[in-house]
């Protein structure tokens, strides 16, 4: 009763007689109209209490009008409350009144709960204090007295001193901010808040996967934390740092949360430009999270449950749209704090071709600066249709292969083959050398890319990590060497890691169904291609596809002509090859796009798109593309041509509806068709779920041991077999005879 009442202090009113009220702000303007709000509206300049207004009003305006329009413009954030002592800084505390807070309130926080400032790594705290002060905060004396907020200041958020300033305000429950004032490019936040949202390790292991070159020289010399770097600064733009820090620790204070406060503030001095970037706990950090959590779920059985299919766009079935993923995980985009760096479109190539590149490609795991080189160059692809798709593709293909490295935390076992028993699965039988191959291994990996590098024997009695998988087909785990499943996990030299079957989805069933195509998918490749057979063609005037007919269209206008083979093999799964060559140029440039999946016509699309991912980078090679080129691939692009490689060429052609295809709406179905089918040939699905807590992306990866990569494996099995068994050949191929040079995709 005895408060005051009146507009919030960042409103302004101007009355139009008979009109309405108006309220001007920065935001806006705000219209007020109804039965005595003029006569209302005159008196709330916040000198009155509520029996002064009612008091000043005209008799014909009851109290409970009154009492209505006050409680109605009081929830429409409006108008607000006074004391008598509130007569401060006016602009100040109608900046508290827009910020819909208690403006007296959020004043006397600003100015009576201490800030700590502490500085680490060599970083100067003067500036900070400063802004701080201006900002009407006080500032603790020293280190040693207790504060409602601590702001670090640093020189790099990686410094190793800010792990032991992260566990102090842990221990204590204080907030703190970190800001990076130096340099052309500055950072401010986010504010970390013990026991709620990140800590400084989530933080610092996304900036670390970020900076891989920089991780990578600080190993090799034997060092800890960040790189030292050369002195960079300008007043203005440490002045610009230390003032938004100050904003924000003012707003923290008085009460004001934004989602702002969760992210760093990255200011590029040189543009103006300004970026934000979110940072989120990673739910198995083992500094505030759990940190045994991957390797729960890692034992865990895999379930495979109904899933209706929602989207039935041209790049497959899925329980979710690509707009729905996108919007899902966009956020794990970012090149400070995210999972993915960056998503673009490869504009090599035609608009229509839609290949997206995201991130770095974490699959290109090796030694040295040759695997450094490999990591930052060899980005992840996305296809399809419409540019949304390629994007999404893009996103998922970054993150599968994140959630398929070595992290450390999941479920191991030690020992050896021999000492596992029947549990363990030899890792012949899915790596599949032959033993030809592992006599001349040193020559063979001399001559090739390292793709294709046949390593060493496999011992059976030494030891190493093995890493429990699901077997679908038998309902138990069984063991696989952990260096075979994650990329650049400890493993012996015999053991290697590669992305067949690893596939990201909407859902677990999603993501199975995608392993198992691909799994389908480059089984079929190697039979064709190692067995150099005639496969038929698809007949792409039949398809009556307008995107088919474009394709065309494009290839002709870039003096190259595409046709689809039909590889389907035993297991009757559609699967497409897209092949294209130049015809108008001194060499044929063959490539290929390969796609599988149970509606025959949305294999060819795969396989079409998969196409227009890959050749862009082959359309316009400068000498710099041959030096660093895969030497398998620069082999092929020189010296293949159709009439060297007969098998390349199209056959008797075919209609895609010859496959009798029958729709079914749940993915489910679809993984079950499949997985009979494997059964029927004696073929046992195993199933790890590699999905991340921190991404949420699921993430599989499907292996069925004596099914073939595109590589160059060639152990005895399928590779000989099926060709006979489906009458491609009259016998099985003798190991000379398979085609000499290894697919290279």
């Given at each position: 009763?005895?408060?005051?009442?009146?507009?919030?202090?960042?409103?302004?009113?101007?009355?139009?007689?008979?009109?309405?009220?108006?309220?001007?702000?920065?935001?806006?303007?705000?219209?007020?109209?109804?039965?005595?709000?003029?006569?209302?509206?005159?008196?709330?300049?916040?000198?009155?209490?509520?029996?002064?207004?009612?008091?000043?009003?005209?008799?014909e305006?009851?109290?409970?009008?009154?009492?209505?329009?006050?409680?109605?413009?009081?929830?429409?954030?409006?108008?607000?409350?006074?004391?008598?002592?509130?007569?401060?800084?006016?602009?100040?505390?109608?900046?508290?009144?827009?910020?819909?807070?208690?403006?007296a309130?959020?004043?006397?926080?600003?100015?009576?709960?201490?800030?700590?400032?502490?500085?680490?790594?060599?970083?100067?705290?003067?500036?900070?204090?400063?802004?701080?002060?201006?900002?009407?905060?006080?500032?603790?004396?020293?280190?040693?007295?207790?504060?409602?907020?601590?702001?670090?200041?640093?020189?790099?958020?990686?410094?190793?001193?800010?792990?032991?300033?992260?566990?102090?305000?842990?221990?204590?429950?204080?907030?703190?901010?970190?800001?990076?004032?130096?340099?052309?490019?500055?950072?401010?936040?986010?504010v970390?808040?013990?026991?709620?949202?990140?800590?400084?390790?989530?933080?610092?292991?996304?900036l670390?996967?970020?900076?891989?070159a920089?991780?990578?020289?600080?190993?090799?010399?034997?060092?800890?934390?960040?790189?030292?770097?050369?002195?960079?600064?300008?007043?203005?733009?440490?002045?610009a740092?230390?003032?938004?820090?100050?904003?924000?620790?003012?707003?923290?204070?008085?009460?004001?949360?934004?989602?702002?406060?969760?992210?760093?503030?990255?200011?590029?001095?040189?543009?103006?430009?300004?970026?934000r970037?979110?940072?989120?706990?990673?739910?198995?950090?083992?500094?505030?999270?759990?940190?045994?959590?991957v390797?729960?779920?890692?034992?865990?059985?895999?379930?495979?449950?109904?899933?209706?299919?929602?989207?039935?766009?041209?790049?497959?079935?899925?329980?979710?749209?690509?707009?729905?993923?996108?919007?899902?995980?966009?956020?794990?985009?970012?090149?400070v704090?995210?999972?993915?760096k960056?998503?673009?479109?490869?504009?090599?190539?035609?608009?229509?071709?839609?290949?997206?590149?995201?991130?770095?490609?974490?699959?290109?795991?090796?030694?040295?600066?040759?695997?450094?080189?490999?990591?930052?160059?060899?980005?992840?692809?996305?296809?399809g249709?419409?540019?949304?798709?390629?994007?999404?593709?893009a996103?998922?293909?970054?993150?599968?292969?994140?959630?398929?490295?070595?992290?450390?935390?999941?479920?191991?076992?030690?020992?050896?083959?021999?000492?596992?028993?029947?549990?363990?699965?030899?890792?012949?039988?899915?790596?599949?050398?032959?033993p030809?191959?592992?006599?001349?291994?040193?020559?063979?990996?001399?001559?090739?890319?390292?793709f294709?590098?046949?390593?060493?024997?496999f011992?059976?009695?030494?030891?190493?990590?093995?890493?429990?998988?699901?077997?679908?087909?038998?309902?138990?785990?069984?063991?696989?060497?952990?260096?075979?499943?994650?990329?650049?996990?400890?493993?012996?030299?015999?053991?290697?890691?590669?992305?067949?079957?690893?596939?990201?989805?909407?859902?677990?069933?999603?993501?199975?169904?995608?392993?198992?195509?691909?799994?389908?998918e480059?089984d079929?490749?190697?039979?064709?291609?190692?067995?150099?057979?005639?496969?038929?063609?698809?007949?792409?005037?039949?398809?009556?596809?307008?995107?088919?007919?474009?394709?065309?269209?494009?290839?002709?206008?870039?003096?190259?002509?595409?046709?689809?083979?039909?590889?389907?093999?035993?297991?009757?799964?559609?699967v497409?090859?897209?092949?294209?060559?130049?015809?108008?140029g001194?060499?044929d440039?063959?490539?290929?796009?390969?796609?599988?999946?149970?509606?025959?016509?949305?294999?060819?699309?795969r396989?079409?798109?998969?196409?227009?991912?890959?050749?862009?980078?082959?359309?316009?090679?400068?000498?710099?593309d041959?030096?660093?080129?895969?030497?398998?691939?620069?082999n092929?692009?020189?010296?293949?041509?159709?009439?060297?490689?007969?098998?390349?060429?199209?056959?008797?052609?075919?209609?895609?509806?010859?496959?009798?295809?029958?729709?079914?709406?749940?993915?489910?179905?679809?993984?079950?068709?499949?997985?009979?089918?494997?059964?029927?040939?004696?073929?046992?699905?195993?199933?790890?779920?590699?999905?991340?807590?921190?991404?949420?992306?699921?993430?599989?990866?499907?292996?069925?041991?004596?099914?073939?990569?595109?590589?160059?494996?060639?152990?005895?099995?399928?590779?000989?077999?099926?060709?006979?068994?489906?009458?491609?050949?009259?016998?099985?191929?003798?190991?000379?005879?398979?085609?000499?040079?290894?697919?290279?995709?």
């Amino acid at each position: 009763m005895r408060e005051r009442i009146g507009f919030k202090r960042h409103l302004r009113p101007e009355i139009v007689h008979g009109e309405a009220v108006y309220l001007f702000s920065e935001a806006g303007v705000t219209a007020l109209q109804g039965p005595h709000v003029e006569l209302l509206a005159a008196l709330l300049d916040g000198t009155r209490d509520l029996p002064a207004l009612l008091r000043d009003l005209p008799g014909e305006v009851s109290a409970d009008e009154v009492g209505r329009l006050l409680t109605s413009l009081d929830a429409a954030g409006l108008i607000g409350t006074r004391t008598r002592d509130d007569a401060g800084d006016q602009a100040a505390l109608a900046y508290w009144d827009a910020a819909g807070l208690d403006a007296a309130a959020a004043v006397t926080a600003t100015r009576t709960a201490p800030v700590r400032v502490v500085a680490v790594g060599g970083a100067r705290p003067d500036g900070v204090v400063d802004a701080l002060r201006r900002a009407g905060v006080e500032v603790a004396p020293d280190t040693s007295t207790p504060a409602a907020m601590t702001v670090v200041v640093c020189d790099d958020y990686l410094a190793p001193e800010l792990a032991e300033v992260d566990e102090e305000q842990r221990r204590t429950g204080t907030p703190w901010l970190v800001l990076k004032p130096t340099g052309a490019r500055v950072w401010v936040g986010p504010v970390f808040t013990p026991g709620e949202g990140a800590c400084w390790h989530c933080l610092a292991s996304r900036l670390v996967a970020n900076r891989p070159a920089e991780a990578h020289v600080q190993a090799r010399r034997g060092l800890r934390g960040p790189a030292a770097r050369p002195e960079v600064g300008l007043a203005p733009v440490v002045a610009a740092a230390c003032e938004v820090a100050a904003l924000e620790t003012a707003k923290w204070l008085a009460g004001h949360r934004h989602a702002g406060q969760r992210e760093i503030w990255a200011f590029d001095s040189l543009d103006l430009d300004v970026a934000r970037h979110d940072v989120r706990a990673l739910p198995q950090c083992p500094a505030c999270g759990d940190a045994d959590l991957v390797r729960r779920r890692s034992l865990r059985p895999v379930r495979i449950e109904s899933r209706l299919k929602s989207s039935h766009d041209s790049g497959g079935h899925r329980s979710a749209s690509p707009r729905e993923v996108l919007d899902r995980h966009r956020h794990l985009v970012s090149p400070v704090a995210g999972v993915v760096k960056g998503i673009w479109r490869d504009e090599r190539g035609d608009e229509f071709f839609n290949s997206y590149r995201s991130g770095t490609n974490t699959a290109a795991h090796a030694p040295g600066i040759d695997g450094l080189r490999s990591t930052l160059r060899c980005d992840n692809g996305g296809k399809g249709v419409t540019p949304l798709q390629a994007e999404v593709g893009a996103l998922c293909e970054a993150l599968e292969r994140y959630s398929g490295k070595w992290h450390g935390d999941e479920a191991v076992v030690r020992g050896s083959f021999r000492s596992l028993g029947d549990e363990a699965v030899h890792p012949d039988t899915f790596q599949l050398f032959h033993p030809g191959q592992f006599d001349n291994r040193v020559t063979w990996n001399r001559e090739h890319a390292p793709f294709q590098h046949v390593p060493e024997p496999f011992d059976e009695r030494g030891e190493l990590d093995w890493t429990p998988v699901w077997s679908v087909t038998n309902r138990c785990h069984r063991l696989l060497p952990t260096g075979s499943l994650y990329y650049g996990a400890p493993a012996p030299a015999s053991v290697t890691a590669n992305s067949n079957g690893c596939a990201a989805g909407a859902s677990v069933e999603d993501a199975i169904l995608q392993g198992l195509l691909e799994v389908v998918e480059r089984d079929a490749v190697a039979l064709w291609w190692y067995n150099r057979t005639t496969m038929p063609s698809v007949d792409l005037d039949g398809m009556a596809d307008p995107f088919v007919d474009r394709l065309r269209e494009v290839y002709a206008g870039l003096g190259r002509e595409v046709w689809v083979l039909d590889l389907t093999a035993d297991l009757d799964v559609p699967v497409a090859a897209a092949v294209s060559r130049r015809v108008d140029g001194p060499r044929d440039d063959i490539m290929f796009g390969f796609g599988a999946h149970p509606d025959p016509r949305v294999a060819v699309r795969r396989a079409l798109t998969e196409l227009n991912q890959i050749v862009p980078p082959v359309l316009r090679l400068a000498d710099r593309d041959w030096r660093r080129m895969d030497v398998d691939l620069r082999n092929w692009l020189l010296d293949a041509t159709a009439d060297n490689q007969p098998h390349v060429l199209p056959g008797r052609r075919v209609s895609p509806d010859e496959h009798h295809y029958t729709p079914r709406e749940d993915l489910r179905d679809d993984i079950r068709t499949i997985q009979a089918r494997l059964e029927a040939e004696g073929l046992e699905l195993l199933v790890l779920d590699q999905t991340r807590p921190d991404v949420g992306l699921p993430v599989v990866k499907v292996v069925v041991p004596g099914m073939r990569h595109f590589w160059s494996r060639l152990a005895p099995g399928r590779l000989y077999d099926v060709p006979v068994s489906l009458g491609r050949v009259e016998r099985r191929a003798a190991f000379g005879e398979l085609n000499p040079v290894p697919l290279f995709l």
